[in-house]
């Protein structure tokens, strides 16, 4: 009689792409801008700049995220296993710099769309994100990098 082989690890098993969580609260703002509007932020050119810096810079700190996944080999969607836990690059100052990139992004649309239901939306999309998608990936690392894992989040934050 043969032994069954070990169950394949499923990594974290997010079921979607986490940016649909910053694109949903964006878009359910600035539908409700239109439909059941508070009030506007104010348009001024200093919001719209403010804005565009906070967009870009969102988006580098993703994208070097990403890079830096890449670097090492490692899966950067988190329906995968990773294959090490990354503590260089933007990893050295936070566990979820992608995860902090999308959330600088969405400030800056915030300001670009004047958006208050945006900023309502805001908290909602980050608690979302941390039940169904952060808390599934810092199980599967714990599980699979127990003592590495564990001294990587002693001395490195979750967000910043």
């Not at 409700?32 to 969102?58: E, K, Q």
């Not at 700190?61 to 890449?70: D, E």
């Not at 945006?118 to 952060?134: D, Q, S």
Request: with cysteine; net charge positive; aromatic share 12%.
């Amino acid at each position: 009689m043969s032994t069954p082989p070990p169950p394949k690890d499923l990594g974290p098993a997010v079921r979607f792409p986490p940016p649909i969580l910053f694109l949903a609260g964006l878009g359910c703002g600035a539908l409700l801008d239109r439909l059941v509007p508070l009030w506007r932020l104010p348009d001024a050119p200093a919001m719209a700049g403010a804005g565009l810096v906070l967009v870009l810079s969102g988006l580098a700190l993703v994208y070097a995220g990403i890079v830096t996944f890449r670097r090492f080999r490692t899966a950067v969607y988190p329906n995968r296993p990773a294959k090490l836990v990354v503590d260089s690059g933007p990893f050295a100052y936070t566990r979820n710099p992608m995860y902090v990139g999308m959330t600088v992004f969405y400030a800056g649309m915030v300001l670009l769309l004047r958006s208050v239901w945006a900023v309502v939306f805001l908290p909602v999309v980050l608690g979302l994100l941390v039940r169904f998608v952060i808390r599934r990936e810092e199980r599967h690392l714990t599980q699979r990098f127990p003592e590495e894992y564990a001294a990587y989040c002693a001395r490195v934050p979750r967000w910043l």
